[in-house]
């Protein structure tokens, strides 16, 4: 295992609270895209057990509008400087550069990024902040990626996509112990390919570097559920323990504090094995 950043570092799986800034988000769109309410929900999340909170100003559900660079700015670095002063640790949920240095300046802690800094600046823009990355594998863009995924081998591709983007990270001078993968559940993928990759998380973990799990209240619980969107929650808890069980170190939620009971539970019972 490689050596890992101080964010990493928790012997326990880190929860990792979403934050939308976003009208338009699959599960809150709108809900907190106003300053003073998404301060007040980052400050419910931490109370309620959240490790990390995310905040992104560009929603990446399927078929989500682009949003200009300045204007993404303008709804992530205030809320950034905001939950800081609070004493949390932030990620900042975004592909586009720019952004990324705004939020550097702001004192985020970690870059979350759906495109696995492959956009034009990003890898550079990385490079230069020297901060935690999480590097997320995503078949298409969000507009179209749910049209028709296709893989011949899912978790193997997945894997070796990964893979190379941690070489790349290293070669443009990101060293591996900021780094961290996830393998993008909902993001160009089916059903089929999302239970394959829950039941091969492991295989993730293998590579080195921490993996984060994000599946809470996806399109693919309620495919296995039928239910909606708010209505997911348990079955969001159960991916969760799910991905706990297979290593993974960060588990990103909208249901902190029901999430965070579910940690006590996995760590009580592997403190007994």
């Known amino acids: 295992m490689f050596k890992t950043h101080s964010i990493y570092n928790a012997e326990i799986p ?3 609270g979403i934050l939308n800034v976003t009208p338009d988000s699959f599960s809150d769109g709108a809900k907190y895209n106003q300053f003073d309410k998404a301060l007040a929900h980052a400050e419910y999340m931490l109370a309620e057990g959240a490790d990390i909170i995310d905040i ?3 929603s990446t559900r399927p078929g989500a509008a682009e949003v200009a660079v300045a204007e993404e700015i303008e709804r992530v670095v205030p809320l950034i400087e905001r939950v800081k002063s609070l004493g949390a640790r932030v990620s900042v949920d975004t592909s586009k550069p ?7 300046d702001a004192g985020v ?5 759906v495109r696995a800094l492959q956009s034009p600046g990003a890898l550079a823009a990385a490079a230069a902040c020297q901060l935690p990355v999480c590097l997320m594998h995503m078949q298409g863009q969000p507009r179209t990626m749910q049209a028709n995924p296709q893989y011949a081998d899912v978790v193997e591709e997945v894997r070796h996509f990964l ?7 290293e ?16 993001f160009g993928k089916t059903l089929t390919h999302n239970i394959a990759l829950l039941n091969h998380l492991s295989a993730f973990s293998q590579l080195g570097v921490p993996v984060l799990a994000g599946m809470s209240r996806k399109s693919m619980l309620g495919q296995i559920t039928g239910r909606e969107v708010h209505d997911r929650m348990p079955a969001s808890l159960a991916v969760a323990l799910m991905a706990m069980q297979q290593g993974a170190k960060i588990i990103r939620v909208h249901d902190v504090a029901e999430t965070a009971d579910v940690r006590k539970v996995f760590i009580a019972c592997r403190k007994e094995q």
């Open 98 to 104: 720019e952004v990324m240095l705004a939020a550097a």
């Open 14 to 16: 880190l929860i990792m």
């Open 163 to 169: 893979i190379e983007r941690i070489h790349a990270c």
């Open 171 to 186: 070669k443009a001078g990101i060293a591996s112990r900021l780094l961290s993968i996830d393998p993008g559940f909902g």
């Open 56 to 58: 992104g100003g560009e």
């Open 109 to 113: 802690d970690m870059i979350n990024d």
